[in-house]
């Protein structure tokens, strides 16, 4: 199956990266700004991190996924609550997801940082999910500098369940990326 992105990455030519369901940009940019604001380092992954890594915005979304440092956690879900999300999902902890009215969903995950830089996230059957500090860069939104996952990290977190539509879209917009970084299509 192939996906088409033309179009879709051009945030002028595409109405759908500004469609009324999900979570604006400047949403997004209000809850990395609560995070911040505690003092807590974090990566975005899932789609807004894809869109990090291309540079722009190129869909609507329903959430943001944030990778947290774990020792900042309660103060994150208290500066969250202070914003108006409330916890609905709580699936501690690997993950805990907040919602908001009209804004969208957080989806928080936290993690065990080492002193190298590595970080770790409780697996949901036990165990761990092992994170190497290559996984941790910084793309950008536009203007806005922002600390994200690697392509690297996005390819592993796309695979292990059935990919939908939107997997499939994210994964063709990484390997843009990709080649564009590398200069070498395939792999």
């Known amino acids: 199956m192939s996906v088409r992105l033309g179009g879709a990455c051009s945030r002028g030519d595409d109405d759908r990266v500004n469609a009324p369901a999900g979570m604006t940009l400047e949403q997004m940019l209000a809850v990395l700004d609560a995070v911040r604001s505690v003092g807590c380092r974090f990566w975005l992954e899932g789609g807004w991190g894809v869109d990090a890594l291309a540079g722009r915005q190129t869909r609507p979304h329903r959430d943001v996924d944030v990778d947290i440092d774990a020792a900042f956690e309660d103060a994150v879900l208290t500066a969250l609550q202070e914003l108006g999300y409330a916890i609905e ?64 990290a996005q390819r592993l977190f796309h695979s292990g369940y059935e990919l939908r539509e939107i997997d499939l879209y994210d994964l063709a917009l990484l390997e843009q990326v990709r080649t564009r970084r590398t200069g070498l299509a395939g792999s």
Do not use: K, M, Y
């Open 89 to 152: 999902t709580d699936w501690r902890p690997n993950r805990v997801e907040l919602g908001a009215p009209g804004r969208g969903w957080v989806d928080v995950h936290p993690l065990v940082i080492d002193d190298e830089g590595n970080g770790r996230q409780a697996a949901l059957d036990g165990g761990w999910h092992e994170l190497p500090r290559s996984f941790f860069t910084v793309g950008r939104l536009g203007d806005i500098t922002v600390p994200c996952v690697s392509v690297e």
